[in-house]
T-cell receptor, first 114, second 110 residues
Framework: DVKVTQSSRYLVKRTGEKVFLECVQDMDHENMFWYRQDPGLGLRLIYFSYDVKMKEKGDIPEGYSVSREKKERFSLILESASTNQTSMYLC?????????????FGNGTRLTVT | QKEVEQNSGPLSVPEGAIASLNCTYSDRVSQSFFWYRQYSGKSPELIMSIYSNGDKEDGRFTAQLNKASQYVSLLIRDSQPSDSATYLCAVWGGSYIPTFGRGTSLIVHP
C-alpha cells in the first residue's frame, strides 16, 4: 500500500511565524502535491512537483513556497503565517502515468494560525 | 477551464437503500475517473477508479461512466450509516493534475 506521511496532524502557530509542513511518501512516486481544503471551497491546489527540484504553481500559491530536495519528500513553507492560512493541508503523491494513477493522500495537517 | 460539477447535497437516504452520486465534467479528453470518500476531519480515500465506458463493480460500489454524455456516477447499494461521508469525484485528462469536484455530502440514516 502507498503510504504518504505528513509530519503533524495538528499544528498551532502564531501570525508571522515561518511554518514548515513536511510530507514523505514511500512509493517512489514522481509527482507530489500540496492542497488546502476549506469548507465549501473544496480542494485547492497550492503547488505540485513532478520531479526532484522541480515545482509548479497551482491555483493559490500566494503566501506559500515549496521544497523538493529528495524524491520522497515535499515540504510546504508558509513564509509568514497569517490567520487566513488556517486550514486543512493535504499532501498527495502519484506516478507519472497520469491516465491510470490516482492521487494518494496523507492524513492531513490541521493548521491553526492565531 | 476544466470543470467537474457535483451536487453538494446533502443527499439523505435510508439505511439499506441505493445511494446515487453524480458527477459531470467539461473536458472531453478526460480519460481517468476516480471516486474518493472523505469522512469529516479526515483525508480523501480512494474507493473506485474507472477508465472505460460502462459499469465497474466492487463490492457494494458501482461506478458508471458515459464519456459521450461526460457523466460519471457512483452507486452505493445497501447503504450503511458508515457510508455517511463526502464523496469527491476526480477527473484526469492530459495534464499532471486531476480536477476535483467539490464533493457531495451523503447521509445514511437508520
Amino acid at each position: 500500500d502507498v503510504k504518504v506521511t505528513q509530519s503533524s496532524r495538528y499544528l498551532v502557530k502564531r501570525t508571522g511565524e515561518k511554518v514548515f509542513l513536511e510530507c514523505v511518501q514511500d512509493m517512489d512516486h514522481e509527482n507530489m502535491f500540496w492542497y488546502r481544503q476549506d469548507p465549501g471551497l473544496g480542494l485547492r491546489l497550492i503547488y505540485f512537483s513532478y520531479d526532484v527540484k522541480m515545482k509548479e504553481k497551482g491555483d493559490i500559491p500566494e503566501g506559500y513556497s515549496v521544497s523538493r530536495e529528495k524524491k520522497e519528500r515535499f515540504s510546504l513553507i508558509l513564509e509568514s503565517a497569517s490567520t487566513n492560512q488556517t486550514s486543512m493541508y493535504l499532501c498527495a503523491s502519484s506516478t507519472p502515468d497520469r491516465h491510470n494513477s490516482p492521487l494518494h493522500f496523507g492524513n492531513g495537517t490541521r493548521l491553526t494560525v492565531t | 477551464q476544466k470543470e467537474v460539477e457535483q451536487n453538494s447535497g446533502p443527499l439523505s437516504v435510508p439505511e439499506g437503500a441505493i445511494a446515487s452520486l453524480n458527477c459531470t465534467y467539461s473536458d472531453r479528453v478526460s480519460q481517468s475517473f476516480f471516486w474518493y470518500r472523505q469522512y469529516s476531519g479526515k483525508s480523501p480515500e480512494l474507493i473506485m477508479s474507472i477508465y472505460s465506458n460502462g459499469d465497474k463493480e466492487d463490492g457494494r460500489f458501482t461506478a458508471q461512466l458515459n464519456k459521450a454524455s461526460q457523466y460519471v456516477s457512483l452507486l452505493i447499494r445497501d447503504s450503511q450509516p458508515s457510508d455517511s461521508a463526502t464523496y469527491l469525484c476526480a477527473v484526469w485528462g492530459g495534464s499532471y493534475i486531476p480536477t476535483f469536484g467539490r464533493g457531495t455530502s451523503l447521509i445514511v440514516h437508520p
